[in-house]
């Protein structure tokens, strides 16, 4: 009898793995939504407010309209108003880019009737001093000759510096959540004492490598970077709330579905240093306010640097 009980439930569980279901979903309250990244570089910086949408909505989220939307610098008193433009607030920079390194910056937000704010600070960014590319011979996964790429920087000393380093391949930029790649000073994380060095090897050509199957075989991959390719590569200043929200975002959608969900870490919005400046306020708001100074470097790679790395990993 225990025999038949087992096999039973070994049957139904097999069959459940299968089965695809459709679940009705309640309608979820609409989340305040704040997307104020801003950076130094002489372009638009935008600032976009608008509302959460159910799970299976996969429009573009649609502009709460008539904001008033402001960034104050705390430190000299100037006042940048962001005007409303058709997706989303903008304000365009004339001769200078945004802030200035070491000033402290508040975001306001002012849209029916109510006030929300948020703080950061716009810390310090190494420079980029190079571009490489590293000659690796034709393997199992790989068929051809191919190259590595990876950028050299150095975390300037004294702990608490926070990066976003991204990275486009031939103008397209890798932007997947695996390819997310941030440091804490040289490290991985504030509990690493890597400070004030040259970024660890994993960081500095993690994820600068795209890695994308070929169509149709399971275990062979394209070349990461071959003669004719592109690498550009920035790093952004981040605060360390800002670091922790990314990740939190990471560890959101890079989740693996199936039977191992069970186990995963529940679904959660990531954190938020947005706050309404009304203490009884029920309004939920979720985003992040961040600015960043940003240093960059590109190199192509060319048949004389191809043959100049193949000579010295030979």
Request: hydrophobic share 40%; charged share 20%; with cysteine.
């Amino acid at each position: 009898m225990k025999k038949i009980i087992y096999l039973s439930l070994i049957t139904i569980i097999f069959f459940g793995c299968e089965t695809t279901i459709t679940p009705e979903l309640d309608t979820a309250e609409k989340i305040l939504v704040v997307d104020a990244w801003l950076n130094q570089k002489m372009e638009p910086q935008e600032i976009r407010v608008t509302r959460s949408q159910p799970y299976f909505d996969n429009s573009v989220p649609v502009k709460i309209s008539n904001a008033t939307v402001t960034v104050e610098d705390l430190t000299n008193g100037t006042v940048y108003n962001f005007q409303e433009g058709t997706s989303s607030y903008f304000w365009d920079p004339v001769g200078k880019p945004f802030g200035e390194v070491g000033h402290q910056y508040k975001l306001t937000v002012i849209t029916q009737g109510e006030t929300f704010e948020a703080f950061s600070n716009l810390g310090r960014v190494p420079p980029i001093d190079s571009i490489l590319f590293h000659y690796k011979p034709a393997e199992t996964i790989i068929k051809e000759e191919y190259y590595l790429g990876e950028f050299m920087s150095k975390d300037p000393a004294g702990v608490g510096d926070a990066y976003w380093i991204k990275a486009w391949k031939n103008g397209v930029f890798l932007g997947k959540p695996a390819e997310l790649n941030m440091a804490y000073d040289a490290g991985f994380s504030a509990g690493q004492p890597v400070d004030g060095q040259e970024f660890l090897i994993p960081i500095r050509n993690g994820f600068t490598n795209p890695m994308d199957k070929v169509d149709g075989k399971e275990n062979e991959f394209i070349p990461p970077y071959v003669v004719g390719d592109s690498l550009y590569v920035e790093i952004h200043s981040i605060n360390p709330l800002a670091f922790d929200f990314l990740y939190g975002v990471y560890f959101q959608i890079a989740r693996s579905g199936g039977f191992a969900e069970l186990f995963a870490m529940p679904l959660t919005n990531s954190t938020t240093n947005l706050k309404s400046t009304d203490k009884n306020s029920i309004t939920n708001v979720a985003g992040f306010f961040n600015v960043a100074a940003v240093s960059s470097r590109g190199k192509k790679l060319t048949q004389e640097m191809a043959d100049e790395a193949k000579r010295i990993a030979d």
